[in-house]
Nanobody, 126 residues
Framework: QVQVAEFGGGLVQTGESLNLSCIAS????????MGWFRQAPGKEREGVAC????????YYTGGVKGRFTISRDNAENMLYLQMKSLKTEDTAMYYC???????????????????WGQGTEVTVSS
């Protein structure tokens, strides 16, 4: 079983940057694909980005492509999300998630992830 905990959220203004981190407490971190999801108030949870076990494959939802970068450090059991040019619509609770890897890629679907963090809040003000 994997426990994940995200941190790094906060209040920023539009156009600014923010970096989220997630630490996983498990051996065999590189057995898992990792992902970032978010849920804005009154909206459904949506996938933001995912990364394969090796880090060689990444996938982004359209609205963040070119602004967000997902990465991982398997030696440190860490997952990162660099967010640039933030917009008010990026305001949400951001969740880190882990799922058993079954290939060289990842799928940004909630059902593919078994383990979830408690979330870290990101607020972007205009």
């Amino acid at each position: 079983q994997v426990q994940v905990a995200e941190f790094g959220g906060g209040l920023v203004q539009t156009g600014e940057s923010l970096n989220l981190s997630c630490i996983a407490s498990a051996s065999g971190f590189d057995d898992y694909v990792m992902g970032w999801f978010r849920q804005a108030p009154g909206k459904e949870r949506e996938g933001v980005a995912c990364i394969s076990w090796s880090g060689s494959y990444t996938y982004y939802t359209g609205g963040v492509k070119g602004r967000f970068t997902i990465s991982r450090d398997n030696a440190e059991n860490m997952l990162y999300l660099q967010m640039k040019s933030l917009k008010t619509e990026d305001t949400a609770m951001y969740y880190c998630a882990a799922g058993q890897s079954n290939g060289a890629e990842c799928e940004l679907e909630s059902r593919r992830f078994e383990y979830w963090g408690q979330g870290t809040e990101v607020t972007v003000s205009s």
